[in-house]
């Protein structure tokens, strides 16, 4: 699941829970090219451990570039998993100084300095990426989460509409659309585009095998309802922080995104259970 990561290293007031697209999901997923590449590699050690020869400080010099480029990619990813961001950030800076024209490598490492609260870094990498290949849809809809982040909520509007332009499919530009117009106070823009959203997220559950994660559909409900609540529809409210629980995943780890934004549903819910228990029991 690709939901906006925080920055972990950031006091900034406006971490919003806006989704976030990585050009790679994060994790092996039993890759059997690169299952292979490293029995290779394992192979080309112990060979030389035999031989009583220390291997080559290259350790990757047995593998073609694109190979090469391909461990070094999943060794950044593992990294950024397990929550080393500043190793991760050296492998992807390994990776584009071999090849400075991979936009996927820049906005990779653009994400990584988000989450680490880097704005003015990750806001290079997005604009290099977007440089090398002005087309990527999901590299606007991050940019502009670090527009919003950093405050600049103009530049995150036109980033996110820009990414709709480009792919009018993708759910999370249009969710973190809805998420800053409610920031703003526009509240039914905000709605208007929660809807819409929600409808795209049913057609494409219908249209496609994979529809879209339930998480991401729990994320759409919860922000429907909390603008919901912010203008005093509170039956409508409460109906999405409901559903939004239904879909959200259970979990334990505080550092899942999908745990806090359930936390987070609780909440508000418990707010407005709160005012209207008093109220039901005149």
């Given at each position: 699941?690709n939901?906006?990561?925080?920055?972990?290293?950031?006091?900034?007031?406006?971490?919003?829970?806006?989704?976030t697209?990585?050009s790679?999901?994060?994790?092996?997923q039993g890759?059997?090219?690169?299952?292979?590449h490293?029995a290779?590699l394992?192979?080309?050690?112990?060979?030389?451990?035999?031989?009583?020869?220390p291997a080559?400080?290259?350790?990757?010099?047995c593998?073609?570039?694109s190979?090469?480029?391909?461990l070094?990619r999943?060794?950044?990813?593992?990294?950024?998993?397990?929550?080393?961001l500043?190793?991760?950030?050296?492998?992807?800076t390994?990776?584009?100084e071999?090849?400075?024209?991979?936009?996927?490598?820049?906005?990779?490492?653009?994400?990584l300095?988000?989450?680490?609260?880097?704005?003015?870094?990750?806001?290079?990498d997005?604009?290099r990426a977007?440089?090398?290949n002005?087309?990527?849809?999901k590299v606007?809809?991050?940019?502009?989460n670090?527009y919003a982040?950093?405050?600049?909520f103009?530049?995150?509007?036109?980033d996110?509409?820009?990414?709709?332009?480009l792919?009018?499919?993708?759910i999370?530009?249009?969710?973190?659309?809805g998420?800053?117009?409610?920031?703003l106070?526009?509240?039914?823009l905000?709605?208007?585009n929660?809807?819409?959203?929600?409808?795209?997220?049913?057609?494409l559950?219908t249209t496609?095998?994979?529809?879209i994660?339930a998480?991401?559909?729990g994320?759409?409900?919860?922000?429907?309802?909390r603008a919901?609540h912010l203008?005093?529809d509170?039956n409508?409210?409460i109906?999405?922080?409901?559903?939004a629980?239904?879909?959200l995943p259970?979990?334990d780890d505080?550092?899942?995104v999908?745990?806090r934004?359930r936390?987070?549903?609780k909440g508000?819910l418990?707010?407005?259970l709160?005012?209207?228990?008093?109220?039901?029991?005149?």
């Amino acid at each position: 699941m690709n939901l906006r990561m925080f920055p972990v290293s950031s006091n900034s007031s406006r971490r919003l829970r806006r989704a976030t697209a990585s050009s790679e999901s994060y994790g092996r997923q039993g890759n059997p090219a690169l299952q292979s590449h490293h029995a290779v590699l394992s192979e080309f050690s112990n060979a030389y451990q035999l031989m009583g020869s220390p291997a080559p400080r290259n350790r990757y010099a047995c593998l073609s570039q694109s190979d090469q480029e391909m461990l070094i990619r999943q060794q950044a990813m593992d990294k950024a998993q397990q929550g080393d961001l500043v190793e991760a950030i050296e492998l992807f800076t390994q990776l584009i100084e071999s090849n400075p024209n991979s936009a996927s490598n820049f906005n990779n490492r653009g994400l990584l300095h988000f989450r680490r609260g880097q704005f003015e870094s990750s806001l290079a990498d997005y604009n290099r990426a977007l440089g090398l290949n002005p087309r990527l849809a999901k590299v606007y809809n991050n940019r502009a989460n670090c527009y919003a982040a950093m405050g600049n909520f103009q530049a995150a509007i036109a980033d996110y509409e820009t990414a709709i332009d480009l792919d009018p499919t993708d759910i999370r530009a249009r969710l973190n659309l809805g998420i800053t117009f409610r920031q703003l106070g526009l509240h039914d823009l905000a709605l208007e585009n929660f809807d819409l959203t929600l409808q795209f997220s049913q057609f494409l559950s219908t249209t496609d095998t994979d529809g879209i994660p339930a998480a991401l559909k729990g994320h759409l409900y919860a922000e429907r309802g909390r603008a919901y609540h912010l203008v005093g529809d509170w039956n409508c409210a409460i109906g999405d922080y409901h559903r939004a629980l239904a879909h959200l995943p259970i979990s334990d780890d505080s550092s899942d995104v999908s745990c806090r934004l359930r936390n987070q549903v609780k909440g508000w819910l418990n707010q407005l259970l709160n005012l209207l228990l008093p109220e039901s029991s005149q």
